[in-house]
Nanobody, 125 residues
Framework: QVQLVESGGGLVQAGGSLRLSCAAS????????MGWFRQAPGKEREFVAH????????LYADSMECRFTISRDNAKNMGSLQMNNLKPEDTAVYYC??????????????????WGQGTQVTVSS
């Protein structure tokens, strides 16, 4: 079992920055990969970024690669998503997710085994 708790969301003006955190407990943190997803009202859950178990390899959705940075600290059981130059269209609930069983496409929510409760990010224009 893996428990995930996101924090760091809030209201920010366009062009601003936020840093989301994902605190993990349960299964050994470094034994699973981590992803961030987001879901806006009325839309499907959308892939944001993924990081490997060691943190050496990352993958981003095309529209976020230059603005978002995913990271993890295996010693602290903590993952993060640094978001810069935020835009109103980034408004959504952001979720971190654990991928324990390494099967399926990284960008698909169904490939992840555990999810946090989400944190709201609202970007005003």
């Amino acid at each position: 079992q893996v428990q995930l708790v996101e924090s760091g969301g809030g209201l920010v003006q366009a062009g601003g920055s936020l840093r989301l955190s994902c605190a993990a407990s349960g299964r050994t943190f470094s034994s699973w990969t981590m992803g961030w997803f987001r879901q806006a009202p009325g839309k499907e859950r959308e892939f944001v970024a993924h990081i490997s178990r060691s943190g050496a390899t990352t993958l981003y959705a095309d529209s976020m690669e230059c603005r978002f940075t995913i990271s993890r600290d295996n010693a602290k059981n903590m993952g993060s998503l640094q978001m810069n130059n935020l835009k109103p269209e980034d408004t959504a609930v952001y979720y971190c997710a654990a991928r324990v069983v390494l099967s399926g496409a990284i960008m698909l929510p169904a490939s992840y085994d555990y999810w946090g409760q989400g944190t709201q990010v609202t970007v005003s224009s």
